[in-house]
């Protein structure tokens, strides 16, 4: 592991379906910008619930994968339209919570984690449910999810 006061800030954005990921993709490429940092994005593909036939539970995973890839790919081009730059793009499987602490845990260069908030009657999300409850291993920024472009860059 590098110096800690030489590396550049790394933020970590978790990429998903939720509307709200669009907010914290755009606080992150922001802050970066502003701190000389840069972006990870993890996408995960979340385990199929089907083990009746091997065959098909490949096709489900194969697909999953590809559809984490396009969901990545697709924040990848958010963070280049605002930064300049490209971010890490990092495509794991298995449950997301599971797969965010272990990334935490072994990559060292992680800073900061950004998240939005849900903005549904569910509350604010399953990450920010957990992250806000307990005891992190790094800083967690949490975006209000109902940010418009302007709200955030006056943010970050």
């Known amino acids: 592991m590098s110096d800690p006061i030489l590396r550049p800030r790394k933020f970590l954005v978790?990429?998903?379906?939720?509307?709200?990921?669009?907010?914290?993709l755009r606080y992150?490429?922001?802050?970066?910008?502003?701190?000389?940092g840069r972006v990870t994005?993890?996408?995960?593909?979340?385990?199929?619930?089907?083990?009746?036939?091997?065959?098909?539970?490949?096709?489900?995973?194969?697909?999953?994968?590809?559809?984490?890839?396009?969901?990545?790919?697709?924040?990848?081009?958010?963070?280049?339209?605002?930064?300049?730059?490209?971010?890490?793009?990092?495509?794991?499987h298995g449950e997301p919570q599971a797969v965010l602490f272990d990334l935490v845990s072994r990559d060292k260069d992680i800073s900061i984690l950004v998240l939005a908030s849900g903005t549904s009657k569910q509350g604010p999300g399953p990450l920010v449910s957990?992250?806000?409850?307990?005891?992190?291993?790094?800083?967690?920024?949490?975006v209000p999810g109902n940010l418009s472009d302007d709200g955030v860059d006056a943010l970050a």
């Not at 096709?59 to 300049?84: K, P, Q, T, V, W």
């Not at 957990?130 to 949490?142: K, R």
């Open 14 to 24: 978790v990429v998903d379906k939720t509307p709200e990921c669009r907010v914290a």
């Open 28 to 36: 992150a490429a922001r802050r970066a910008l502003h701190t000389d």
């Open 41 to 92: 994005l993890l996408c995960v593909a979340e385990p199929a619930d089907f083990q009746q036939w091997k065959g098909v539970e490949d096709l489900m995973r194969d697909e999953a994968h590809r559809e984490a890839e396009a969901r990545a790919y697709a924040a990848a081009g958010i963070i280049n339209d605002i930064s300049g730059t490209l971010p890490e793009i990092l495509i794991e």
């Open 130 to 142: 957990l992250f806000a409850g307990s005891v992190q291993p790094i800083p967690v920024t949490i």
